[in-house]
């Protein structure tokens, strides 16, 4: 089973639906990451969490909210999905003791129709 | 502003050729990181360096701190070696969040 695990990992939309994207880990981290992946483009940082109930925005956040449940646990919501919100998006984790080393979910492709 | 800058863009090549890709960035680093994303969109982390080289596998990355320059390379290449290949560094100051700015990629495809 993979350590850091999203659901769902493909989503079709339609404009001004919610959605919401959930990461789970079994590694044991701190931190974890929301990140936003456009063609052309490189990873851009949407929310980060270095602890239950720490959010920190991080360079794209509008339009997105996130919520820390637990350690293990990271989602990511869309309030009112727009068609420019169609990207792959990724959840990673890292080490508090190590906190050079990103480990990456598969992926949540979504598109907003 | 793109403080890193990944090259070539993309890459196709035969299988067993060498391979090198190339990351170059624009500031003070503390550390550099290479990618790899397969198709399907996985990504693995292959190698983070701040100095000199490392080796695992066919894979080879190496990093010049004074020429703000780092390669990473493949050798006897594979067509399962077909990925994007990702740099990001990690800034001295600045940076998001997590400190990271990713490059766009380089697409390599390795035909049989």
């Known amino acids: 089973d993979a350590d850091v695990t999203q659901t769902p990992r493909n989503r079709i939309t339609k404009t001004g639906k919610r959605i919401m994207l959930e990461c789970s880990q079994t590694?044991?981290?701190?931190?974890m990451y929301w990140y936003r992946q456009d063609p052309g483009l490189g990873l851009r940082l949407i929310y980060y969490?270095?602890?239950?109930?720490?959010?920190n925005k991080g360079e794209i956040s509008d339009g997105y909210s996130v919520s820390r449940q637990a350690q293990a646990k990271f989602s990511l919501s869309l309030e009112s999905a727009i068609p420019n919100q169609t990207a792959l998006y990724f959840c990673?984790?890292?080490?508090?003791?190590?906190?050079?080393?990103?480990?990456f979910g598969e992926g949540s492709r979504l598109t907003v129709l | 502003k793109n403080e890193v800058e990944q090259s070539p863009q993309n890459l196709t090549a035969q299988e067993g050729e060498f391979i090198t890709i190339n990351c170059s960035y624009s500031?003070?680093?503390?550390?550099l990181h290479w990618l790899q994303q397969h198709p399907g969109g996985g990504i693995v982390s292959l190698f983070m360096?701040?100095?000199g080289k490392k080796k695992h596998g066919r894979l080879i990355a190496t990093i010049n701190i004074q020429e703000k320059h780092s390669s990473l390379h493949i050798t006897a290449s594979h067509p399962r070696d077909s990925a994007v290949y990702i740099c990001?560094?990690?800034?001295?100051?600045?940076?998001?969040?997590?400190?990271?700015?990713f490059g766009k990629g380089t697409h390599l495809i390795i035909q049989p």
């Open positions: 590694k044991g981290h701190d931190r």
């Open positions: 360096l701040s100095s």
């Open positions: 969490s270095f602890d239950v109930k720490d959010i």
């Open positions: 990673a984790t890292s080490d508090l003791d190590s906190p050079g080393e990103l480990f």
């Open positions: 500031v003070g680093i503390s550390a």
């Open positions: 990001a560094v990690r800034l001295v100051t600045g940076g998001g969040a997590d400190g990271l700015t």
